[in-house]
C-alpha cells in the first residue's frame, strides 16, 4: 500500500498574522448572530400539521351524534401493533351493528395508518393530533368516549383521503 | 485615617461588590444567549422575562448540590484554591477609576476609585499573575491527573503570557509617564487614546488578556474534550461556583483593564466643551466607562464562540515566539518615537 501523501497548506502571511483571519470569522458569527432564528417556541406556538399528517387514530363521529363505526373488525384485525379492540353489538340504527367497545392502546400503536386505510365506512381516521401524554399505563388505552371526534374537525384528511386514496 | 475614610471606602467595596456579582450574573446569561445566536438558537428565555433570571436559577441549583472533596486531597488547599481564584479577580478592580470628577459624600470630595495607588499598573500586574495559584494549586490538590494537568497548563500558559502583557503594558507607562491608573486616564483626553497612541500594544495587550482570562481560544486549561473539567474537575457546589464567578469576575476585570489601559477610560470625547454641572459629567463619564467595559466584554464573548480552541504549542509558539518580540518590538519602537518628538 502506497502511503497516503498530503499536500501541506501553506499559510500566506496575511494568514499568518492571525488577527485579520479572526476578524474575519468575527465578522461571519456576527452575521449568525442577526440573523432571524427558526426556532419554534413550541408550548407557545404550535405546529398545525398538514393533512397528509398522520396523528393518533380517532373514530368519526357524525352531526347526529353517532360514530360511523359499524364494528366490522377489520381496523382491529390489520393492526400490526394489536392496538385496537373492538366489540359489535346491534343496533336499531340504519347500520345495524355499532362497536360497544372500542378501544386503542396508544402505547402500543404505530401510527402506520393501516386501520385508515382497511376502513370500509371512513369510520376511523388518523387526526392532527400529535400530543399525547400520559402518566398511566390505564390512560394510555383510549376509550369510546375519548376516540370520537366531530367529523368537522377531520375534514380536511377526509378530504385528503378522498382525493388520494 | 479617619471614620468617615474607611465609611467611604467601604461603601465603595460593596457597590463594586455587588455590581460585579451582577454583571457576573447577567454575564454567564449573556453568553449563553450569544452562543445560542451564533449558534442559530434563541438561547435561555424561560426562567422570568427572557429567560434574564436563568443564572439566578442556576446559582440556586449550584448550591443545593452536594459538596464533594476527594479523599485523596489535600483539604486544605482544595478549600484554599477557589478562595484565591476569586480574591484576585475582585481586587485587581480596586484600583480601576470609573470617573474623573470627584463627587462629595458626607462633606469629602470621593474619588471614584476605590483606591488610587500610584503604582496601580504594577499592582494589576501583580494580582494577575497571583491568579495563577488559584488555579495551579486547585489542580494540583485534587489529586487527580485531569486537574493537575489542568493545573500545569494554566501555569504554564499564564506565565508565557504574562510577559508580553507586561511588556505591552510598558508602552502605555512610557506614553503616560506614569504607573497611577488615574493619570493614564487623564493623558487619554479626547480622542488621544492609547489604542490610538499604542495600536500594537493594544492588539498583544488584548490577546495576552485572553490568555489569562482562560478563555477561548486560550482555554486549555479547562479543555473540556481532553481534560474533562480541568483544574475544577473534582470541584462540584459552591466551591464549583466560586471559580465560574471568578472567570467571569476576571473577565469582568480585563475587560476593565482594558478599557483603562487603552480605550481611554471614563473620557468622553469633548466633553468638556459642553460645560455640563459636575453631577451630570459624573454620570456620563460612569456610563461611558460602563459601555467601553459591557463593548470589551461582548468582545470576549464573540470571540469565545468564534474561534476554536489553540492546540497546545501552538499556544506556546504564539506567547513565545510571536507575541513577545512584538511587544518588545513595540517597547523600542515606542522609545524611538517619544525621543525624536521630544
Ligand atoms: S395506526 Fe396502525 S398501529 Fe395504530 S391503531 Fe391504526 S393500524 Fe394500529
Ligand atoms: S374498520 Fe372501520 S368500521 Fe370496521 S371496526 Fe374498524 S373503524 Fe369500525
Not at chain 2, 454583571?23 to 442559530?40: G, M, P
Not at chain 2, 479577580?89 to 500610584?118: C, H, K, W, Y
Not at chain 2, 478563555?215 to 464549583?240: C, M
Amino acid at each position: 500500500m502506497q502511503a497516503q501523501t498530503q499536500d501541506k497548506y501553506t499559510l500566506t502571511f496575511w494568514e499568518k498574522l492571525y488577527i485579520p483571519e479572526i476578524l474575519k470569522g468575527m465578522k461571519l458569527t456576527f452575521g449568525q448572530m442577526v440573523k432571524k432564528k427558526d426556532t419554534r417556541e413550541y408550548p407557545e406556538e404550535k405546529w398545525i400539521p398538514p393533512a397528509s399528517y398522520r396523528g393518533a387514530p380517532v373514530l368519526v363521529q357524525e352531526e347526529n351524534g353517532i360514530e360511523r363505526c359499524v364494528a366490522c373488525g377489520l381496523c382491529s384485525r390489520v393492526c400490526p401493533a394489536l392496538a385496537i379492540e373492538v366489540q359489535a353489538a346491534e343496533t336499531a340504527d340504519e347500520k345495524e351493528r355499532y362497536p360497544e367497545r372500542f378501544e386503542i392502546n396508544m402505547l402500543r400503536c404505530i401510527f402506520c395508518g393501516f386501520c385508515e386505510e382497511v376502513c370500509p365506512e371512513e369510520a376511523i381516521v388518523m387526526s392532527p393530533t400529535y400530543e399525547m401524554v400520559f402518566t398511566d399505563y390505564e390512560d394510555a388505552i383510549l376509550g369510546k368516549d375519548k376516540l370520537l371526534t366531530p367529523v368537522e374537525k377531520l375534514r380536511p384528511r377526509l378530504e385528503f383521503l378522498r382525493e388520494h386514496r | 485615617m479617619e471614620f468617615t475614610d474607611i465609611l467611604i471606602s467601604l461603601i465603595k467595596i460593596i457597590v463594586m461588590f455587588v455590581v460585579v456579582l451582577v454583571t457576573v450574573a447577567e454575564l454567564v446569561y449573556t453568553e449563553r444567549k450569544i452562543s445560542a445566536w451564533i449558534q442559530n438558537r434563541i438561547g435561555p428565555n424561560r426562567v422570568g422575562w427572557k429567560g434574564l433570571l436563568q443564572p439566578y436559577a442556576d446559582v440556586i441549583k449550584l448550591l443545593l448540590k452536594e459538596d464533594i472533596v476527594p479523599t485523596a486531597a489535600n483539604k486544605f488547599i482544595h478549600t484554599l484554591a477557589p478562595v484565591i481564584s476569586i480574591g484576585v479577580a475582585f481586587s485587581t478592580l480596586a484600583v480601576v477609576p470609573i470617573a474623573g470628577e470627584t463627587i462629595s459624600m458626607f462633606g469629602r470630595e470621593v474619588q471614584m476609585v476605590i483606591a488610587d495607588v500610584n503604582i496601580g499598573i504594577l499592582y494589576i500586574l501583580a494580582l494577575t499573575s497571583m491568579g495563577v495559584y488559584g488555579l495551579t494549586l486547585s489542580g494540583w490538590s485534587s489529586n487527580n491527573k485531569y486537574s493537575l494537568l489542568g493545573g500545569l497548563r494554566s501555569s504554564a500558559q499564564m506565565i508565557s503570557y504574562e510577559l508580553s502583557m507586561g511588556l505591552s503594558v510598558i508602552g502605555v507607562v512610557m506614553v503616560t509617564g506614569s504607573l497611577q491608573l488615574t493619570d493614564v486616564v487623564t493623558h487619554q483626553a479626547g480622542w488621544m487614546w492609547n489604542m490610538v497612541l499604542q495600536p500594537v500594544g493594544f492588539i498583544t495587550f488584548v490577546v495576552a488578556a485572553f490568555a489569562e482570562t482562560n478563555r477561548t481560544p486560550f482555554d486549555l486549561p479547562e479543555a473540556e474534550p481532553e481534560l474533562v473539567g480541568g483544574y475544577h474537575t473534582e470541584y462540584s457546589s459552591f466551591k464549583f461556583a466560586l471559580f465560574f464567578l471568578a472567570e467571569y469576575a476576571n473577565m469582568i476585570t480585563a475587560s476593565a483593564v482594558i478599557t483603562t489601559l487603552y480605550l481611554g477610560g471614563w473620557q468622553v470625547p469633548y466633553l468638556e466643551l459642553l460645560q455640563l454641572p459636575s453631577g451630570i459629567v459624573v454620570a456620563l463619564q460612569i456610563l461611558a466607562f460602563v459601555v467601553k467595559v459591557a463593548f470589551m466584554l461582548f468582545v470576549f464573548q464573540w470571540v469565545r464562540w468564534t474561534v476554536p480552541r489553540f492546540r497546545y504549542d501552538q499556544l506556546m509558539d504564539l506567547g513565545w515566539k510571536v507575541m513577545l518580540p512584538i511587544a518588545l518590538a513595540n517597547v523600542i519602537a515606542t522609545g524611538i518615537v517619544i525621543l525624536l518628538i521630544s
